[in-house]
């Protein structure tokens, strides 16, 4: 089946502007993550929606980043103000819940902050 | 706060052979998952393999295995029988405590294959 898709796949910006970076889950499931992934370093989670609402937004930096998945599929992550800092791989991963809840990502939106 | 330590940043092996990719966690949860990932230079994260805190075998998956040690807090990667197409980049990563699902990442390991 399909998997984890992310649009843009590339995202460029001007310092100041507002971006959204969507996600769409695989069919079915209910758990959603969003991470972000700077260069030469692991990925960091930023926040996970449990069907419609945000379950866990402790990794969100700052209130210039917000997320919504008001039907519980497809969610986007919004930033506003963007800075240079926020540049990076958006990854997005889904899951199942129950058993090992392996989480399974996409292919990430690569955002660079001019 | 748990913490995901991947003390090789790269690591070479010749074609065939086994390698192995270290990992240790700390955690003061009982209950935890461990898992791997492989993140190609297209920047893909492909899930390899899994392993629960109350498992009592080692995972394994094809050519890949997990060495387990619960005491000594580490649960290394084992690629066996190395192909080209292992180069990457390769994550360990920790979801818990308790009912938390996110996943602590690693800093990761660049593997190179050589022919």
């Known amino acids: 089946g399909a998997g984890v898709s992310q649009t843009p796949s590339n995202k460029v910006t001007e310092k100041g502007k507002y971006v959204e970076l969507r996600c769409d889950p695989i069919?079915?499931?209910?758990?959603l993550y969003w991470y972000r992934q700077s260069l030469g370093q692991g990925p960091e989670f930023l926040i996970y929606?449990?069907?419609?609402?945000?379950?866990?937004d402790s990794g969100l930096p700052n209130d210039r980043f917000f997320a919504v998945r008001p039907e519980g599929s497809v969610s986007t992550l919004k930033i506003q103000r963007t800075e240079r800092g926020d540049s990076a791989v958006y990854l997005c991963?889904?899951?199942?819940?129950?058993?090992?809840?392996?989480?399974?990502f996409g292919p990430g939106t690569r955002l660079l902050v001019l | 706060a748990q913490k995901i330590t991947q003390t090789q940043p790269g690591m070479f092996v010749q074609e065939k052979e086994a390698v192995t990719l270290d990992c240790t966690y700390d955690?003061?949860?009982?209950?935890?998952?461990l898992f791997w990932y492989k993140q190609p230079s297209s920047g893909e994260m492909i899930f390899l393999i899994y392993?629960?805190?109350?498992?009592?075998q080692n995972a394994t998956e094809g050519r890949y295995s997990l060495n387990f040690q619960k005491a000594r807090k580490s649960a290394n990667l084992v690629i066996s029988a190395s192909q080209l197409g292992d180069s990457a980049m390769y994550f360990c990563?920790?979801?818990?405590?308790?009912?938390?699902?996110?996943?602590?990442f690693g800093s990761g390991t660049q593997l190179t294959v050589l022919p």
């Open positions: 929606f449990q069907g419609t609402g945000a379950a866990d």
């Open positions: 392993q629960g805190s109350y498992d009592q």
């Open positions: 991963a889904s899951s199942s819940v129950g058993g090992e809840e392996t989480q399974y």
């Open positions: 955690t003061s949860d009982p209950s935890y998952g």
């Open positions: 069919s079915g499931h209910t758990a």
């Open positions: 990563a920790m979801r818990g405590p308790g009912s938390a699902r996110q996943l602590t």
